[in-house]
T-cell receptor
Framework: ETGVTQSPTHLIKTRGQQVTLRCSSQ?????VSWYQQALGQGPQFIFQ???????GRGNFPPRFSGLQFPNYSSELNVNALELDDSALYLC?????????????FGEGSRLTVL | RKEVEQDPGPFNVPEGATVAFNCTYS??????FFWYRQDCRKEPKLLMS???SGNEDGRFTAQLNRASQYISLLIRDSKLSDSATYLC????????????FGDGTTLTVKP
């Protein structure tokens, strides 16, 4: 196991609602990244947090937002949910500066938007 | 055009076969390269890093051609347990968190 935990594992929402996903990163890792994986596609980078600040963002609208806490845990918030937001949301922790380049993923939160 | 492109497959091979996966990337400034494995409905896990000199880990061999912006993965003596989706991953720098993934190549190894 990677030591990265995510919650909830599954959830169902309706269009227009808001969702918060949570992640606890692996001990000793200082960055958390969030990825969206739609069915049949590879993970797509949403954003990364380092020292509690956003440290890079992929091609996702502002209704995708996040937080990183002093204990390196993180949240992903999505507002005004759309049907296309249905996907597996993966949290990955890593070490910025001196790391091996490996990403350690949690098991993901599977979101279904109806 | 996607930044990282892979043949989606699926590749259906018998046990013991040798299979090769290819990947191309568009950002010539990319710095680090990896293959990840993803089992059905599970999270991706690192299979191996990829170096210009080529590297081998048991039955798996990875190769990088920077001039052609091409990455390969060779699996020899395929096992049933090798059935999975193989994701090609490229980083623009040493920051692993901003990785770009291909859409994966699906391998099914049959008895």
């Amino acid at each position: 196991e990677t030591g990265v935990t995510q919650s909830p594992t599954h959830l169902i929402k309706t269009r227009g609602q808001q969702v918060t996903l949570r992640c606890s990163s692996q001990s000793g890792h200082n960055t958390v990244s969030w990825y969206q994986q739609a069915l049949g596609q590879g993970p797509q980078f949403i954003f990364q947090y380092y020292r509690e600040e956003e440290n890079g963002r992929g091609n996702f609208p502002p209704r995708f937002s996040g937080l990183q806490f002093p204990n390196y845990s993180s949240e992903l918030n999505v507002n005004a949910l759309e049907l296309d937001d249905s996907a597996l949301y993966l949290c990955a922790s890593s070490v910025l500066g001196g790391g091996t380049g490996e990403l350690f993923f949690g098991e993901g939160s599977r979101l279904t938007v109806l | 055009r996607k930044e990282v492109e892979q043949d989606p497959g699926p590749f259906n091979v018998p046990e013991g076969a040798t299979v090769a996966f290819n990947c191309t990337y568009s950002n010539s400034a990319s710095q680090s390269f990896f293959w990840y494995r993803q089992d059905c409905r599970k999270e991706p896990k690192l299979l191996m890093s990829v170096y210009s000199s080529g590297n081998e880990d048991g039955r798996f061999t990875a190769q990088l051609n920077r001039a052609s912006q091409y990455i390969s993965l060779l699996i020899r003596d395929s096992k049933l347990s090798d059935s999975a989706t193989y994701l090609c991953v490229v980083n623009p720098n040493t920051n692993a968190g901003k990785s770009t993934f291909g859409d994966g190549t699906t391998l099914t190894v049959k008895p």
